[in-house]
């Protein structure tokens, strides 16, 4: 059974911290990896990895992929109170061709 | 982008009753769409995958017969929660691939909030 595991399940910063999100995963015929935001509505699409190594990048956001190690990171610097929300990684598999979250990391920003 | 949207946005109804969510695909065709439900501080679960003119695919689990799934044109789908019960109670959110094939890109309806008294 595919599987995605996010750390830490929540955590609390201070606005202008840099945080970093974790996202491991088992997945038969992985074919990519997503982060999404989620605050209260659906989720809203950051990133999509499929390479290993390569760093993608949005603004104060970047995301990276390790295909050998089964994992991606999510990196947030000067964080801001909008950045506030649960942070979703899923996978998506070519064998079941579905995608597979996370559990979520709650990030709460404060003043 | 690509807009999906989702009719109602909420819904509170009787314990006992049926609820109908509509999935529509604005600007584009999809022959897939899938279901997802989201319990409070809980992630997304795939439900089922809706397929255009075919049964739609359930995840274990899941019962067919109490979420009925209908994708009878390549904009429309819909789950119909029979019966519903408190403990359906949930965040209904459905999502369309870009292309077809490209179940990786989906784009997301912005959800339904369904409370069962």
């Known amino acids: 059974e595919d599987k995605v595991v996010q750390s830490p399940l929540s955590l609390v910063v201070h606005e202008g911290d840099t945080v970093t999100l974790n996202c491991s995963y088992e997945v038969t015929n992985f074919r990519s990896l997503l982060w999404y935001k989620q605050e209260k509505k659906a989720p809203t699409f950051l990133f999509m990895l499929t390479s290993s190594g390569i760093e993608k990048k949005s603004g104060r956001l970047s995301s990276i992929l390790d295909k050998k190690e089964l994992f991606s990171i999510l990196n947030i610097t000067a964080t801001q109170t909008g950045d506030s929300a649960i942070y979703l990684c899923a996978v998506y598999s070519g064998t079941a061709s579905k995608l597979t979250f996370g559990t979520g990391t709650r990030l709460q920003v404060t003043l | 982008g690509a807009v999906v949207s989702q009719h109602p946005s909420w819904v509170i109804c009787k314990s006992g009753t049926s609820v109908k969510i509509e999935c529509r695909s604005l600007d584009f065709q999809a022959t897939t769409m899938f279901w997802y439900r989201q319990f409070p501080k809980q992630s997304l679960m795939l439900m089922a995958t809706s397929n255009e003119g075919s049964k739609a695919t359930y995840e274990q689990g899941v019962e067919k017969d109490k979420f009925l799934i209908n994708h009878a044109s390549l904009t429309l789908s819909t789950l119909t929660v029979t019966s519903a019960h408190p403990e359906d109670s949930s965040f209904y959110i459905c999502?369309?691939?870009?292309?077809?094939?490209?179940?990786?890109?989906?784009?997301f309806g912005p959800g339904t909030r369904l409370t069962v008294l």
């Open positions: 999502s369309a691939p870009s292309r077809a094939g490209a179940g990786d890109t989906q784009y």
